[in-house]
């Protein structure tokens, strides 16, 4: 399978010229500035398929060679997108059962983006002939380095041929309705399935109480829209092996399982939007890394920073310029991560459509003459001056488990609490493991757990096959696992575990959960520790009792106080620690302290002022002051690569910059 391997760290972004074609002057503009800008890297074609074939079976290619020869000329690589994000008019017109359907059971009319089915023959084989016909005549073109299939991908369809192929896809899981019926429970309100054609995607007029099949159709929609890449990319890879193959993806997108999408794509690639300047830039830092260390652990390497904003967006509820500085500094955490590419959405500012006002490199202006253009100058500069960190990956001793397919069961569960605070929960406790300063691999219930000291499991309700055994495993060798309320409740068809929860992991924390009470949003509880300090905690309380396990901290208020609220569990040559609330900041920092500690991780950078964050890839030391304010830092030893100076124990950070250090001890 080729992936991303790149001479260069790329820079560059969206380019559209089938927007420009009656503006030759524009698109030699274009190319000159972009040489300017320090661009090699441009995405081209994304939403082009009405330029592309304006009528059925007549494609319109001329223009594209055009472009890239002209980007080729200048030394400008490329990724040449599909089409598919996309359909043009006239095949919504001529094909209206390549229109989704909703869960109402109305059919959409032409318009937006990905209205289209996934499972429709005649949209795959429309997607397959005009990719087939892209590769034929560009996939050995000297610009192109690889494939851009389809634009954040995202939806689902409840047309009939989508209800066949759901109902295709459950014989497949269950073998009979007997199998089925018991996964769901389906004896509970008398919902016992008969006939598989009685069964029917969950919708709000018929059922969507039936938890088994609220899932089953999660992974249902993860399946189909695998199954239409895996059918997009057929001729690519037919016609250019050699050529990897990406797709876009979003933030902690919760339409489909990212995982099982990332084993068929060659690299991947993410469009990151961060609110900056829209509450406290420490918060936005750290979801913003955790997204990034998310998308480096789906293939366990470098990715491409597909699309971001070189200035603002115009879709936030509240859309902030970046502050000086603020453009540098964010590219260079995205490198910090993992990012390969540094590209933005879009090149030059379109002049309508519902994004005309979304930033851009070229303004409507025109010109480099702003303070955005500069910005990004800046960027393709600095990029220069880091290019042999490319390739290079971090080798984390802490993970941090987020689960789409617990998301998923969680959020639907029916109580303790309707906003469930899954992801917000993990990312708190990535940010407090990243306050400690050390690397984090974000990681699923599926993956190994052998080269980690520390696993963070936060709000483990659903245990999918495999991932007990793993954690017992990972804490029997040896290793620290920390986990909270909620864990160990149902299994991977949502059934809940009799026999005492957290189900198949009691023994491992040697705890019993009986009870869970839940708290509104502005109460708390908290968290009493041995040495009487009092740490807050929120959203749930277990009930639990201590078995084999130590108790370390009661709780301070309700009728519960005094019961155990932090526990910990000595159970083979490891530690499992299980913390029956949500911790606040100052609780998950004092726990965190100590079990880094206790597994042996040492931090990259000591004692790190709150708002300074520290990743590394490789020899490289990347540090970055999201703080507001000049820090300054004791590091190890080496030469800082955006000054080209020595550093020898210290170095300062001033408000909103970053440095990059080549360690002298690697």
Excluded at 149 to 162: A, K, P, V
Excluded at 230 to 255: H, I, Q, S, W, Y
Aim: charged letters at 25%.
């Amino acid at each position: 399978m080729p992936t991303l391997s790149l001479p260069f760290l790329g820079h560059g972004g969206d380019y559209n010229p089938d927007q420009w074609l009656s503006r030759p002057d524009i698109l030699e503009e274009d190319v000159r500035l972009m040489q300017k800008a320090g661009c090699n890297l441009m995405s081209v074609g994304i939403f082009s398929w009405a330029a592309l074939e304006p009528e059925e079976g007549v494609y319109t290619f001329d223009w594209l060679e055009g472009v890239l020869n002209r980007l080729h000329a200048a030394g400008i690589s490329v990724f040449l997108a599909t089409p598919s994000g996309a359909r043009p008019s006239w095949m919504s017109q001529k094909y209206p059962e390549v229109l989704r359907v909703r869960p109402d059971g109305g059919r959409n009319l032409h318009g937006g983006r990905h209205n289209h089915c996934f499972t429709s023959p005649v949209y795959r084989e429309k997607v397959a002939k005009i990719n087939e016909a892209l590769a034929r005549r560009f996939g050995h073109h000297p610009s192109v380095v690889g494939w851009h299939i389809s634009n954040e991908l995202s939806g689902e369809c409840h047309c009939e041929m989508c209800q066949q192929a759901f109902r295709s896809f459950l014989k497949d899981r269950y073998g009979d309705l007997d199998a089925l019926n018991a996964a769901w429970w389906t004896g509970f309100w008398s919902k016992t399935f008969t006939d598989w054609n009685q069964i029917h995607s969950p919708t709000p007029q018929g059922e969507d109480a039936l938890l088994g099949l609220t899932l089953a159709w999660r992974r249902f929609v993860t399946h189909q829209t695998v199954d239409f890449v895996k059918a997009e990319m057929e001729p690519l890879r037919r016609l250019t092996p050699d050529l990897p193959v990406t797709t876009n993806l979003m933030c902690c997108f919760g339409g489909f399982d990212y995982q099982t999408l990332a084993h068929q794509i060659d690299f991947t690639s993410y469009d990151s939007y961060p609110g900056w300047g829209v509450g406290p830039d420490e918060k936005n830092a750290a979801e913003a890394a955790f997204n990034y260390d998310y998308m480096r652990c789906l293939k366990n390497r470098p990715f491409a920073l597909m699309e971001s904003t070189p200035s603002q967006v115009n879709w936030h509820d509240i859309c902030k310029l970046k502050k000086p500085g603020m453009h540098l500094l964010s590219s260079l955490q995205a490198v910090a991560h993992g990012a390969d590419t540094v590209q933005y959405f879009q090149w030059r500012q379109s002049r309508g459509g519902a994004e005309k006002f979304h930033g851009a490199v070229v303004s409507h202006e025109g010109s480099e003459n702003t303070r955005t253009f500069h910005d990004v100058a800046e960027v393709g500069e600095t990029l220069k001056k880091l290019q042999d960190v490319r390739g290079r990956m971090p080798a984390p001793k802490v993970a941090i488990l987020y689960d789409q397919e617990n998301r998923w069961a969680l959020d639907r569960s029916e109580g303790p609490r309707r906003d469930k605070k899954y992801l917000e929960t993990v990312i708190r406790h990535y940010a407090a493991l990243k306050r400690r300063g050390v690397d984090v691999d974000v990681i699923d219930e599926t993956c190994d757990l052998s080269s980690y000291a520390l696993v963070d499991a936060p709000l483990l309700y659903m245990l999918r096959p495999g991932a007990a055994e793993r954690l017992t495993r990972f804490v029997e060798q040896g290793g620290v696992l920390t986990a909270t309320c909620m864990t160990g409740r149902v299994d991977e068809e949502d059934l809940c575990f009799l026999g005492g929860f957290p189900g198949p992991l009691r023994p491992l924390f040697g705890i019993w959960a009986e009870e869970t009470d839940a708290l509104t949003d502005s109460e708390c509880n908290g968290a009493r520790m041995e040495d009487g300090s009092v740490y807050d905690t929120h959203y749930y309380c277990d009930l639990i009792h201590a078995e084999t396990a130590r108790v370390l901290g009661t709780y301070a208020s309700d009728f519960y106080a005094g019961a155990p609220c932090v526990t910990e569990n000595e159970y083979g040559r490891g530690l499992a620690v299980y913390v029956a609330s949500l911790p606040g900041d100052e609780l998950l920092d004092h726990l965190f302290s100590r079990l880094l500690s206790r597994a042996g991780v040492k931090p990259l950078v000591p004692d790190l002022p709150r708002g300074v964050w520290a990743a590394s890839r490789g020899e490289y030391l990347f540090l970055m002051n999201f703080s507001g304010r000049e820090q300054c830092l004791s590091v190890p030893d080496g030469t800082e690569l955006l000054s080209g100076r020595a550093v020898r124990g210290t170095v300062s950070l001033p408000a909103t910059g970053a440095a990059v250090i080549r360690l002298t001890s690697c």
